[in-house]
């Protein structure tokens, strides 16, 4: 008689983890499908790193494809995972499934839902801009276990769509033990809007203690271009600072915002061309060649008799083991000046902002070399390289 209380008590528990489990792994009707599986299935590859792949589970690469498949459709299944609601020692149970195999063939998460929502969002970016009305609503009704960083990493992984937040990411910046300041940084940096509201919290930023913040801040900065020249004195201070890092991106910063501080504050603002600058000779060779081009007809022009010859024996197929280097020196020249722009030149090509603002300041001198050698850069994107990706920032540092 003793022992029926226990067999009680053990077929319920049984029962309840039966039917608890399989709730967890019934993936919803309603989910994408990717390769036959439902895009729950692929999303735990989120969690995995990339260099280190487990066995039987789905990897970071699937996890990304899938996504990519279903685009705005993976949308209800993210926000099914938000607003999941989780019992005590689930993720546990999960882990504990998946160690001792007590459930053969499962690859269900093993990480809180929320995490991976926030995973599956940022791989989505800007597409899952949709989503943004009902997760401020799940949100703000604390129907989730969302954390704020989680929830501002999502609103920074949204992008401009979510500009009308911004109050709310500098309002939750002030309440220091709700979010990390970096996080907030990077979201305002990839949102990208309200310069009046997010320019003096950055510049604010720029004496933080933590360097990923003051280092966020100044790439905030040089995205808002002119709309931030109140933090000209504070970045002109900091190119002269110890760290190469902030020196340099300070520099950067000047020259997109104020490009006469940056100059008159003995900042070089152009790079002449090297070899490492034209990294597809072969193909910037043949775009020169081509006489019906307007702005390669141009440079083609501006050339001397043998820098022409050399581009048509490489367009040919002789190899180099460079660039010719007549062509390096016939680009350096013609950057010099004068100006190279022309309306009709340029027609069809795209201008990135920066260079339609340096060009309607009409620059001279170092500027004018500047303005060139970006014009050229936005002729022959594939063949020379940016000066900006000088910079060895990590990608989420540049905002979209």
């Given amino acids: 008689m003793r022992r029926r209380p226990i067999?009680?008590?053990?077929?319920?528990?049984?029962?309840?983890?039966?039917?608890?489990?399989?709730?967890?792994?019934?993936?919803?009707?309603?989910?994408?499908l990717y390769q036959g599986k439902p895009l729950s299935y692929w999303l735990d590859g989120l969690a995995i790193p990339a260099s280190a792949p487990i066995p039987g589970r789905p990897t970071f690469a699937q996890a990304n494809a899938a996504l990519r498949a279903a685009g705005t459709?993976?949308?209800?299944?993210?926000?099914?995972?938000?607003?999941?609601?989780?019992?005590?020692?689930?993720?546990?149970?999960?882990?504990?499934?998946?160690v001792f195999h007590l459930e053969p063939g499962s690859n269900r998460p093993t990480v809180p839902p929320q995490r991976l929502a926030t995973l599956a969002f940022h791989a989505l970016g800007q597409t899952a801009s949709n989503a943004l009305p009902e997760l401020?609503?799940?949100?703000?009704?604390?129907?989730?276990?969302?954390?704020?960083?989680?929830?501002?990493?999502?609103?920074?992984?949204?992008?401009?769509?979510?500009?009308?937040?911004?109050?709310?990411?500098?309002?939750?910046?002030?309440?220091?033990?709700?979010v990390v300041p970096l996080n907030v940084i990077q979201s305002l940096m990839k949102i990208h809007s309200q310069p009046g509201l997010v320019v003096?919290?950055?510049?604010?930023?720029?004496?933080?203690?933590?360097?990923?913040?003051?280092?966020?801040?100044?790439?905030?900065?040089?995205?808002f271009g002119p709309e931030a020249k109140a933090a000209v004195p504070a970045l002109v201070s900091l190119t002269q600072d110890r760290d190469l890092m902030l020196r340099l991106?300070?520099?950067?910063?000047?020259?997109?915002?104020?490009?006469?501080?940056?100059?008159?504050?003995?900042?070089?603002?152009?790079?002449?061309?090297?070899?490492?600058?034209?990294?597809?000779?072969?193909?910037?060779?043949?775009?020169?060649?081509?006489?019906?081009?307007?702005?390669?007809?141009?440079?083609?022009?501006?050339?001397?008799?043998?820098?022409?010859?050399?581009?048509?024996?490489?367009?040919?197929?002789?190899?180099?083991?460079?660039?010719?280097?007549s062509m390096v020196d016939g680009l350096n020249e013609i950057i010099r000046g004068p100006s190279i722009y022309d309306a009709q030149r340029f027609a069809g090509i795209e201008l990135r902002p920066e260079t339609q603002r340096l060009l309607a300041g009409k620059p001279q001198g170092d500027a004018l070399i500047r303005l060139n050698r970006m014009l050229l850069e936005d002729a022959y994107p594939l063949e020379i390289t940016s000066m900006k990706s000088r910079i060895p920032l990590p990608p989420f540092f540049y905002a979209p």
């Fill in 249 to 325: 991106c300070a520099g950067e910063a000047l020259m997109e915002i104020d490009l006469d501080a940056a100059i008159n504050a003995g900042i070089k603002v152009y790079e002449p061309f090297s070899f490492a600058d034209i990294p597809s000779a072969t193909s910037l060779a043949n775009k020169l060649n081509q006489s019906t081009v307007s702005i390669s007809s141009y440079l083609s022009g501006r050339l001397s008799a043998r820098t022409r010859r050399e581009m048509a024996d490489w367009a040919s197929g002789v190899q180099f083991t460079g660039p010719p280097q």
């Fill in 136 to 178: 401020l609503r799940i949100y703000d009704q604390k129907r989730s276990r969302l954390s704020a960083n989680q929830f501002v990493s999502i609103l920074g992984d949204v992008g401009p769509a979510a500009k009308d937040e911004v109050p709310r990411l500098l309002a939750l910046l002030r309440q220091t033990n709700a």
């Fill in 7 to 32: 067999i009680v008590f053990g077929v319920v528990l049984v029962a309840f983890l039966a039917g608890a489990s399989w709730l967890w792994w019934h993936p919803p009707a309603a989910e994408p």
């Fill in 200 to 223: 003096p919290v950055l510049l604010k930023a720029l004496a933080d203690a933590n360097y990923g913040v003051r280092l966020c801040a100044i790439v905030g900065l040089w995205a």
């Fill in 73 to 98: 459709n993976a949308i209800p299944t993210l926000l099914r995972l938000v607003r999941k609601k989780q019992w005590m020692f689930e993720w546990e149970f999960n882990g504990m499934v998946y």
